[in-house]
């Protein structure tokens, strides 16, 4: 969930792949304008930083997005974007999470993205293939498409899908002033946005416009789950056919007006002209000031019920099947919550009091479930472990997987320590390196979202794995999943196994107080 920086190596391996050929290197007319790309030496095209939105800038600010400009003559695509503002999660002395490697600005002027796909030597691209566009993950206060070389997934596939990786702005501002006269959950209408864009301009890339999947990790499959409930599930038109989600991020979702964060402009006649006049170092300054005081491992400013966009709790439209989408492919990791705790608090852990700190609206007696439900869970301070990685990302899936029930497969990633984000290197290992040096668990690991990508059914394999039968998520086929470990003799173990019923009667637990804990 943590933000991910682009890191020295990143910024080496790409330098290493790219050609510098500008002669050669392809043009694509967008109609607003002109991007040329440039050939790596793998024969994949990267188009790094196209504007796919004007900047939200001056009377733009916290509003939603808005065509870009007309701008003449060929611009170059070539250099990795400008990332938005950044903040972190609350946090106390003892967050692991703050090394910072910032290669790349930090800036209100971001709605960009990155296109790969495969080409011959000149850049002509593949005609007519399947699309994946990846929502990086950060708790919507961090991350960037920087960090993401789409040549890591297009090589997983065997060259049979077009990537695209896209920013939006982090930090969701609510309340009523921000309704009347702005755009609440402005990122996610920056990724619908983006995703229109995708709609209208990939086949340009070599993509097929009807064969769209969007993939995320942490608040990136927090903002695919918010896609796919996105006005009531009627998206029109349709932006993808297949939702993928790594570690669904769903924290409490309250209704626009419930929570507003206090801001110097609360004395102005017009809140939204001072906000929008403000230097945006300034807001930025209170934005990590006010995130960073939040409770440990919870984020500020995400995704609110605005009434149009996002029309209700998520878990609602979920139980309603109401989803945009034509079929799902949901992960997990063993200890999804374990980072999000204070690990220092052993001594003093309770789930029923932590429960309380999570959910300030859930009841007394609600609470006193939660302490029993967990009770039988290990020590205290791995129960209040559990608490936080079923409640906000574990359950958030079965919810989706219930959505979307006889189209939808489950996975694991057991890897010990099987932490969240842990499986983050197996399919973006520019990124970082997989711990688990096993060519065969690899590819049968990253393998699983590319081909759900390219078919919507990760048993249609882009080439042989280890991966057995992966039956459908649903009472028919007995919630099977497949589980990704290893050995502690080091084997890669890939198998199938069933959901483990006291999970999920945990998880109706989380459902039935939905109203509570703002999910």
Same mark, same amino acid.
């Given at each position: 969930?943590?933000?991910?920086?682009?890191?020295?190596?990143?910024?080496?391996?790409?330098?290493?792949?790219?050609?510098?050929?500008?002669?050669?290197?392809?043009?694509?007319?967008?109609?607003?304008?002109?991007?040329?790309?440039?050939?790596?030496?793998?024969?994949?095209?990267?188009?790094?930083?196209?504007?796919?939105?004007?900047?939200?800038?001056?009377?733009?600010?916290?509003?939603?997005?808005?065509?870009?400009?007309?701008?003449?003559?060929?611009?170059?695509?070539?250099?990795?974007?400008?990332?938005?503002?950044?903040?972190?999660?609350?946090?106390?002395?003892?967050?692991?999470?703050?090394?910072?490697?910032?290669?790349?600005?930090?800036?209100?002027?971001?709605?960009?993205?990155?296109?790969?796909?495969?080409?011959?030597?000149?850049?002509?691209?593949?005609?007519?293939?399947?699309?994946?566009?990846?929502?990086?993950?950060?708790?919507?206060?961090?991350?960037?498409? @920087?960090? +993401?070389?789409?040549? =890591?997934? *297009?090589?997983?596939? %065997?060259?049979?899908?077009? !990537?695209? $990786?896209?920013?939006?702005?982090?930090?969701?501002?609510?309340?009523?002033?921000?309704?009347?006269?702005?755009?609440?959950?402005?990122?996610?209408?920056?990724?619908?946005?983006?995703?229109?864009?995708?709609?209208?301009?990939?086949?340009?890339?070599?993509?097929?416009?009807?064969?769209?999947?969007?993939?995320?990790?942490?608040?990136?499959?927090?903002?695919?789950?918010?896609?796919?409930?996105?006005?009531?599930?009627?998206?029109?038109?349709?932006?993808?056919?297949?939702?993928?989600?790594?570690?669904?991020?769903?924290? @409490?979702? +309250?209704?626009?007006? =419930?929570? *507003?964060?206090?801001? %110097?402009?609360?004395?102005? !006649?017009? $809140?939204?002209?001072?906000?929008?006049?403000?230097?945006?170092?300034?807001?930025?300054?209170?934005?990590?000031?006010?995130?960073?005081?939040?409770?440990?491992?919870?984020?500020?400013?995400?995704?609110?019920?605005?009434?149009?966009?996002?029309?209700?709790?998520?878990?609602?439209?979920?139980?309603?099947?109401?989803?945009?989408?034509?079929?799902?492919?949901?992960?997990?990791?063993?200890?999804?919550?374990?980072?999000?705790?204070?690990?220092?608090?052993?001594?003093?852990?309770?789930?029923?009091?932590?429960?309380?700190?999570?959910?300030?609206?859930?009841?007394?007696?609600?609470?006193?479930?939660?302490?029993?439900?967990?009770?039988?869970?290990?020590?205290?301070?791995?129960?209040?472990?559990?608490?936080?990685?079923?409640?906000?990302?574990?359950?958030?899936?079965?919810?989706?997987?219930?959505?979307?029930?006889?189209?939808?497969?489950?996975?694991?990633?057991?890897?010990?320590?099987?932490?969240?984000?842990?499986?983050?290197?197996?399919?973006?290992?520019?990124?970082?390196?997989?711990?688990?040096?096993?060519?065969?668990?690899?590819?049968?690991?990253?393998?699983?979202?590319?081909?759900?990508?390219?078919?919507?059914?990760?048993?249609?394999?882009?080439?042989?794995?280890?991966?057995?039968?992966?039956?459908?998520?649903?009472?028919?086929?007995?919630?099977?999943?497949?589980?990704?470990?290893?050995?502690?003799?080091?084997?890669?173990?890939?198998?199938?196994?069933?959901?483990?019923?006291?999970?999920?009667?945990?998880?109706?637990?989380?459902?039935?107080?939905?109203?509570?804990?703002?999910?």
């Amino acid at each position: 969930m943590f933000s991910r920086w682009m890191s020295p190596r990143l910024l080496l391996v790409a330098a290493a792949i790219l050609s510098a050929n500008a002669d050669s290197a392809p043009i694509v007319d967008l109609g607003y304008a002109q991007y040329q790309g440039i050939v790596s030496t793998s024969n994949i095209t990267h188009f790094l930083g196209i504007r796919y939105a004007a900047a939200p800038l001056g009377d733009l600010r916290f509003r939603a997005p808005q065509p870009p400009a007309n701008v003449t003559g060929v611009q170059q695509a070539t250099v990795q974007p400008n990332q938005c503002f950044q903040a972190s999660n609350g946090r106390s002395p003892t967050n692991p999470f703050e090394t910072r490697a910032a290669q790349v600005i930090s800036t209100e002027d971001c709605l960009f993205l990155n296109v790969f796909h495969p080409s011959d030597a000149a850049g002509a691209p593949v005609k007519d293939l399947p699309v994946l566009v990846w929502i990086h993950g950060g708790g919507y206060l961090g991350g960037q498409a @920087s960090a +993401y070389n789409g040549e =890591d997934v *297009i090589n997983q596939s %065997n060259r049979g899908l077009v !990537v695209v $990786t896209l920013q939006y702005r982090l930090g969701f501002l609510p309340g009523s002033k921000v309704k009347a006269n702005g755009a609440l959950n402005a990122g996610l209408l920056d990724q619908d946005f983006a995703l229109r864009w995708v709609n209208k301009h990939i086949a340009k890339f070599g993509g097929n416009p009807n064969k769209v999947t969007i993939w995320g990790e942490s608040a990136g499959a927090g903002s695919v789950l918010q896609q796919v409930v996105a006005n009531n599930g009627r998206t029109k038109p349709q932006l993808f056919r297949g939702a993928i989600t790594s570690s669904t991020f769903l924290p @409490s979702q +309250y209704r626009y007006n =419930d929570r *507003i964060p206090e801001a %110097n402009c609360t004395a102005a !006649v017009d $809140t939204m002209a001072c906000l929008r006049t403000t230097d945006a170092n300034v807001l930025q300054t209170a934005n990590t000031q006010i995130n960073n005081g939040g409770f440990f491992g919870t984020f500020l400013f995400v995704p609110v019920v605005d009434g149009s966009f996002i029309t209700q709790r998520p878990t609602l439209s979920l139980l309603q099947r109401k989803v945009n989408g034509a079929a799902l492919l949901s992960v997990t990791n063993t200890h999804e919550g374990d980072v999000f705790v204070d690990q220092s608090t052993g001594a003093t852990a309770n789930a029923t009091k932590y429960a309380l700190d999570l959910f300030p609206n859930l009841r007394a007696a609600s609470a006193r479930e939660v302490g029993r439900l967990y009770a039988g869970l290990g020590t205290p301070l791995e129960q209040v472990n559990y608490v936080q990685g079923e409640s906000i990302f574990v359950c958030p899936t079965y919810f989706m997987l219930d959505a979307f029930r006889g189209r939808s497969f489950k996975g694991e990633f057991a890897i010990p320590p099987g932490l969240h984000a842990n499986d983050v290197a197996y399919y973006w290992p520019t990124l970082s390196t997989p711990s688990f040096q096993n060519k065969a668990f690899i590819d049968a690991f990253a393998q699983s979202f590319t081909s759900f990508a390219i078919s919507l059914d990760p048993n249609v394999k882009v080439s042989p794995t280890i991966t057995p039968k992966w039956d459908k998520w649903d009472i028919a086929h007995g919630r099977a999943e497949m589980n990704f470990n290893r050995t502690v003799e080091g084997a890669p173990v890939v198998e199938a196994v069933r959901t483990d019923g006291g999970l999920l009667e945990r998880c109706r637990f989380w459902e039935s107080v939905g109203s509570m804990t703002g999910q």
